[in-house]
Antibody, heavy 122, light 106 residues
Framework: QVHLQESGPGLVKPSETLSLLCSVS??????????WGWVRQPPGKGLEWIGSIYYTGTTFFAPSLRTRVNISLDTSENTFSLTLTSVTAADTAVYYCVRQGIVVVPAYLEVWGTGTTVSVSS | DIQMTQSPSSLSASVGDRVTITCQASHDIDNHLSWYQQKPGKPPKLLIYAASYLEEGVPSRFTGSDSEAGFSLTIDSLQPEDFATYYCQQYDDLPLTFGGGTRVDI
């Protein structure tokens, strides 16, 4: 059974870069029929897709974040990572890493990490 | 972007009730819709994908359907553990988008 676990700093200063790691156990990120992604949820609000990556390195990002976000994948470590530059208070959220099915594009989010809270504050 | 309109935003129900939540997409999304349940302090959990396919391990009292009026999630005979917030999500096109959520409480 696949398990995902996020890790990273809980506090980031405005204008700095947020970096999170997702460690995958019970399954390989080098998987032909899965995408790996990130979703966030601001306090008391709904869900926002950030982006997804395929094991080949192909990435897709939310247009609203495209200029600031990157997702990378390490098949040897069985992890994938999120970086978000120039953060502001609006980036304060719980960040989830997810495994996704594929239906032409990255699809439903079938496995979720427990989430990590990131606050942006000086 | 495809906008997902979910209704109601909240509802009150009792154990044993039948509850229906609806989700409408701003564009045709075929059956590329999933439903999630989220409890406070927990990650969302996939309930249904492809509009009506039950994820493994999800109780059969959860049903997803698709009609001309939109997509629906129905919970038959609401159980205490079903009180949560529910989200729909489309994956017909990028960016992936979610409905605003429906909070189901007592």
């Amino acid at each position: 059974q696949v398990h995902l676990q996020e890790s990273g700093p809980g506090l980031v200063k405005p204008s700095e870069t947020l970096s999170l790691l997702c460690s995958v156990s019970g399954g390989a990120v080098k998987n032909y029929d899965k995408y790996w992604g990130w979703v966030r949820q601001p306090p008391g609000k709904g869900l926002e897709w950030i982006g997804s990556i395929y094991y080949t390195g192909t990435t897709f990002f939310a247009p609203s974040l495209r200029t600031r976000v990157n997702i990378s994948l390490d098949t040897s470590e069985n992890t994938f990572s999120l970086t978000l530059t120039s953060v502001t208070a609006a980036d304060t959220a719980v960040y989830y890493c997810v495994r996704q099915g594929i239906v032409v594009v990255p699809a439903y989010l079938e496995v979720w990490g427990t989430g990590t809270t990131v606050s942006v504050s000086s | 972007d495809i906008q997902m309109t979910q209704s109601p935003s909240s509802l009150s129900a009792s154990v044993g009730d039948r509850v229906t939540i609806t989700c409408q997409a701003s564009h045709d999304i075929d059956n590329h819709l999933s439903w999630y349940q989220q409890k406070p302090g927990k990650p969302p959990k996939l309930l249904i994908y492809a509009a009506s396919y039950l994820e493994e391990g999800v109780p059969s009292r959860f049903t997803g359907s698709d009609s001309e009026a939109g997509f629906s999630l129905t919970i038959d005979s609401l159980q205490p553990e079903d009180f949560a917030t529910y989200y729909c999500q489309q994956y017909d096109d990028l960016p992936l988008t979610f409905g605003g959520g429906t909070r189901v409480d007592i």
